[in-house]
């Protein structure tokens, strides 16, 4: 109990200050960045602002633990849902914070920093893509019902605004932001973050509980045991990489300590599939999207990161 206890606020205290960043962040974007600016700053190719969208995380740097809610607004302002799906999965591991902690944790090995990188960028972009190509509906019909979400949905699809005027309609909530005071903007600020917070938090609350118990219970020579050979080696490091659920700026100290046992492909699939879907990463998601949308999303992932774990072991001739 005392271990469990421990492991469960350890990841709820670690990650709690990025759940409250993300939620201000969306908040933000909600009150203060109308459709018309966002529209502005995504290219109209959809394929160059996929190709763009994980690199924003070298600008805004976020961790998996408060990157959803911000696809979520991004897909509400009218982003192309390829290019949120992108910067949804590419910036917690794209961003100078990872950058410089795998590149400490990994001193000797200075290659895993960039082979994370490239990886995590083409994942992303990949995936992206496959979404661009099996994703026929508008991005906010792969919504669920959000009680902070720009535009109020009905059955998928966003309300008629009266009228007929193309204006970016007021919110779910009823305000419309971009006629209100400086003052009525920041309190308006706080009453989305404060929604969105306990909108997402009961999921990550669930989430961090699993994940707790998986420390506790799952051992170390059990990993070890399994994780034999140039696939099953891989395999076993994405579920441990799953049902952990670390924060992508502390994981690559955990994937260092198996540096002796397992394959540099074994670990790099930790690395990169771990901050793109992990338990509570995945109840966050189902918060937002559709359940059929996040497990496509997740399946996409699997195979994706197997495949070049399995091929980076093949190609250096480790096996684990």
Known sequence: MQFFSTSFLSVLVGALPFIVVAVFASAFLEVFVSREALARWIPR???????????????????????????????????????????????????????????????????????????????????????????????????????AATVALYDGAPLPIAGGSDAEPPCACGHDHHRATLAEKVRHLFEHAGDEFFSVGRYFITGALLAALAQTFISRSLLEAVGRGPLFSVLTMMVFAYVISICSEADAFVAATFASTFAPGALLAFLVFGPMTDIKNTLMMVSVFRRRFVVGLNVALVVLCLAAGYLMNLTLGQGG
């Open 45 to 147: 190719n959809p394929v160059l602002g996929v190709l763009l969208a994980p690199l924003a995380g070298l600008l805004i740097p976020m961790c998996e633990c408060g990157i959803v809610p911000v696809a979520r607004r991004l897909i509400a302002k009218g982003a192309p849902l390829p290019v949120a799906i992108a910067f949804m999965l590419a910036n917690p591991i794209l961003n100078p914070l990872v950058f410089l902690s795998t590149k400490l944790a990994f001193p000797n090995t200075p290659a895993m920093v960039w082979w994370r990188m490239g990886l995590g960028y083409a994942v992303a972009v990949l995936v992206a893509l496959l979404v661009a190509l099996f994703a026929r509906r508008p991005g906010p019909a792969y919504l669920v019902a959000d009680p």
